[in-house]
């Protein structure tokens, strides 16, 4: 068996070109009036469910490095490589709509009445996509109403809710947030030291706005009035007593601690050890944006495809994903932290020893 | 003079480098506080407005080509290159996005307390494009329950008015489309045919149904039901008496004549005198959309950058960008054929004359 | 079984999804050393060869709507609207490249072994594309000095000839470009007017050139010897005798006729009647530069991922793809169209009549 | 002055826009023939010099960074986010060759000679960008057998001379990766550990074939041939005098101290002090194949624009460009470390020590 290895391989056997090339079943061809058209049809959807699997097969991955006890470094570069390659895919997808869209309204009803009632809704591996991402139940566009599982059987259905119950990378990265050494070291608090900041921050901007001799007195007004309501903003969103609040009522989702953590890397950054973590934070927010832009695409496609009317499934396709398209964001939360950053220049400074711990040298003098 | 043809060009003044590559003044650095990311920021911006100027220049062209008396043929196809090419570069400021996004959140906020309150708004030549091509003031959001016009000075206000007020490109496809010479010809009534195949397509779509052996009963019932729906559909938006009230109730623009005839060119557009009106048809949809993805994409960057914050124009950037993707679309009703389209077995064969006038033919036995 | 149109369809089983996801069987997996990106490997290569399908599949039914006796019109509406799908499948193709660019080296050596000598060589379906679009076997690279037919087996082998033989693309559209029925009409012969054409031009400006005051006569020299060599290119490449040593010796392939046909249809291209011809003449050099392109990233792809070591097929991948990226190049005498033109201001004016056959007017007025 | 900052900031005048869209003088326009294209020309090659001064922004300030004493860990980042952003820039201008293909030769010929002899060879910052990146004068094309630098004026000429001598970004990454601590480390001497890897790698897997049995004997030949083959590649690219013998004989030019620290980046890429280093060296490479690109698509778009004659500056363009694509490549060298590297099971296991220092742990445990 171990000298299978040195066995001749050809390209056409390893890869099963007798059997990939013979699955384009044209129903059209099928009941007699074969439509030219319905070959790319069924091409584009079999490329975009290939892609789906090789997603699936980095998120997997992904998360089953998060899952282990420690955290271990080496891991982390690899989980990085792993989701930018998922936003690579999701750029590709975006871009293949265009051949889609070399097919006119007319080719396409040529054989559209052959499909009914499938539809993309019916896709198992998107679903999976979306759930292993952080997508909830009750985050979801109902289906008429009913769960978005209905169209599925039961042992479809059952994989489904193990997903959704097994731990999304949305769970697991904010565990993993939580869990970051850096907030408390050695007697410094970072979350006090980052108020201060603040304030400090507030309270010189408001003098040098008073003390201006340029500044015309309505135009002071109004950038004070700037200047205090963005110092209330701080107050709110940094205290946990509001978050929890905002988190109970479904304003957001990311715990306390780990939206902390997030502002934390996003401030130091380009501190050594913060690089990876950063990286990660922002692939996570570019692949919520790419599925969101491919949602959004997709409606403008079938819109020109099929105006409003109902698509192949028996609902408004272009009105179901354009609803789903900033619905099923799965890290806003991420995006958000945004919001709560301050200029460098305002920045507390780290502890001597914090500042070693995160950083690390290279060159000559080592 | 004429001879000056002759003397020596050099690139550098031919593109008026010297000027070219002075403008760009940053204003951290006029203040002392030089920022490393403020020259990305001006000059992708700088970009933005060539390429704006660009789009322009062929935009005044082509509506100058529609305005002549008779629309010539010739100029048709240089219609078609010059809209074409404006959608490569709409394409192309889409791409640009992900140069701005490799600046990140808080390098932005090195600089951007320096340009409080200029902002994006404040484009002349976007807003000019958009009301050339055929946004009207009351299509637009309001900008804090104003005029979108009050960031600008008295003349540009003037020229923009003067842009809605002299025929967009909007009214000028609709006078064209509403002159095309096919809806009726010696003795051949398009729209009458048309609706009678409706008809007969329904009726015998109906006919099957119900014959059908293997429709289990339920299922039979939602088929007759949907395509007796998709009838009243038709018999609906195709009379002259509802379109005028959609139009009346701001529900659709396009005149009823005009839409017939883009029905018709849509319908039979492998005709070679329609071959130039369907991809003419085709691009406006396609500039339309690019623009829609445009602002979508800027929104979401915007929502990056600086989270649910104001923007430095002193509103909420990404909620307005996100609202007026959709609202800021002008060819709509153009996106809107295809729900009017029946498969090409079922259309109404043209008369021999027509057929013949609407075609030509290549080859040896002409 | 007619009515086999209305039985439910599912999403699943019309893409085949249970075969379709279990054809990815890793050899690193079997052998006991699964490598995670052998994966990505295998369904990046199965997308290529599912895009090659729907390519042939555009390719196939184009030909044979060369193939008809008389090329109708309408037909080359939809040859147009096919080729360009093409060209936006292989832009898709291109951008494909970048995701194979996420493996590192490192993690291909985990499973290069496994897969030798399998490789690329061995895509048919890739060289039927070739074929089809009239690459000829004297044309291509040799493999290691023999027929690059060597890695197919017998049925594969005859299916190339059979191909090669069977009048491709090129053959196809030279024969099209023969008949068309401008070069001559009613007394006008277009190659005799041009030919004037240059030469008055060419006298224009010489004399323009002598005259001038302000150009220095080292310069005013140089100018004359540059015009004058533009005129003899002219003159020898408009000379039947000319074109056909060069094809006689292989530097060009393209007959005198169909060249002169080519030429024709770039200098009046604004003619409705030669709009789609001159459409299908910019999207063949299209598809050209654009696997072009695709060879020229591929091979960029391959020196990253293995250096200038041999590839798994055994011979140094990278040479081999920059070799082929220019040499398989197909409708290069096509390009060579653009050093015949003059501008627009110096071309023959059309009589009448065929001006009028070749326009028509939409409008009011008619 | 400080005050200057509240002062109001309009987005017309912080972009100059008034100067800005009043730089494109047609020379067409102005010598009495008005080309509607040349404002495109135009307005492509400013935008293409405002690109290349934000490149030149970009790889300027890191290369700054590197020149400073001991290179700081977290300029390190910076340095890689920079030139991150130089090639996000580089694609985007590969895009924007597609709005120069909306332009048909006819078109271009309308004003081309108007330009003469004024050439994209005369853009001083591609030249600079060329040298800061590390092109030396010896290893461009010639012009005509002149330097390159015939066609620009006194002053630019110096600048160009400075860039070359004042130490390009290549050297400074070679100083820097000789410098790097990871070679030596108590003890351990990765190259001795390395081509001892290597020895073991080959013995094992000659013995694994001769073994086998289930190899043809002809195919075990080849096979141990190749991989003796490969033994004596390694042996000879990884000595010292050899590696001298290549750079003196211009085969190679990256120093071998150099070369065998980019090597060990390679390996062992995932420890998380490596990180950011692997990045950059991909980075550098990623810049040099988008620049190869952008020239080759030019190239062939010169090609179809103007077929073999001649470009505006007197030479054949498309020749140029395309010899100049691979020619003026400047990282080839890391390109061949692939060539280099095997499979991590064959690694060199690190000592302990090294280990650690090279990675570090997130997580609970710590």
């Not at 892609?51 to 006890?69: N, P, Y």
């Not at 619905?327 to 709560?340: A, E, G, P, V, Y």
């Amino acid at each position: 068996m171990a000298n299978e290895k040195y066995s001749t391989v050809h390209y056409h056997n390893y890869l099963e070109l007798d059997a990939l090339l013979s699955l384009q079943k044209e129903r059209s061809a099928a009941l007699g009036k074969a439509a030219h058209d319905e070959t790319l049809f069924i091409i584009m959807h079999q490329v975009y469910e290939l892609w789906f699997k090789q997603i699936l097969h980095e998120l997997d991955s992904v998360c089953g490095m998060f899952r282990t006890e420690t955290v271990n470094a080496d891991n982390m570069q690899t989980v990085l490589l792993r989701l930018q390659r998922v936003s690579v895919i999701i750029d590709l997808m975006i871009e293949q709509i265009k051949t889609m869209e070399t097919m006119t309204p007319l080719d396409f009803l040529e054989f559209r009445d052959f499909l009914f009632p499938a539809s993309g809704f019916q896709s198992m591996q998107f679903r999976m996509i979306e759930s292993t991402l952080g997508l909830r139940e009750e985050d979801r566009m109902t289906y008429h109403g009913k769960s978005y599982k209905i169209v599925f059987n039961e042992e479809q259905t059952a994989r489904l809710t193990a997903i959704e119950e097994g731990g999304s990378l949305f769970e697991l990265v904010e565990g993993w947030l939580e869990r970051t050494p850096f907030l408390r070291f050695e007697g410094f608090d970072f979350l006090t030291a980052y108020k201060k900041a603040v304030d400090e921050m507030v309270t010189k901007e408001q003098a040098a706005i008073r003390a201006s001799e340029y500044i015309p007195p309505k135009m002071k007004e109004m950038r004070l009035r700037m200047v205090g309501d963005s110092n209330s903003y701080f107050k709110h969103v940094l205290s946990r007593e509001e978050h929890e609040r905002m988190i109970a009522e479904g304003e957001c989702r990311l715990s306390y601690n780990a939206t902390i953590a997030a502002l934390l890397i996003n401030l130091y950054r380009e501190k050594p050890i913060l690089s990876i973590p950063f990286n990660l934070l922002t692939e996570l927010m570019n692949i919520d944006e790419l599925l969101t832009t491919w949602r959004y695409r997709h409606a403008q496609m079938v819109m020109r495809m099929i105006g409003n009317k109902i698509g192949t499934g028996g609902s408004s396709g272009h009105d179901y994903l354009a609803k789903t398209a900033e619905k099923h964001k799965i890290f806003k939360d991420l995006h958000n932290i945004s919001s709560l950053l301050i200029p460098r220049s305002s920045l507390p400074v780290l502890p001597e020893g914090l500042g070693r711990e995160l950083g690390f040298y290279y060159g000559s003098g080592a």
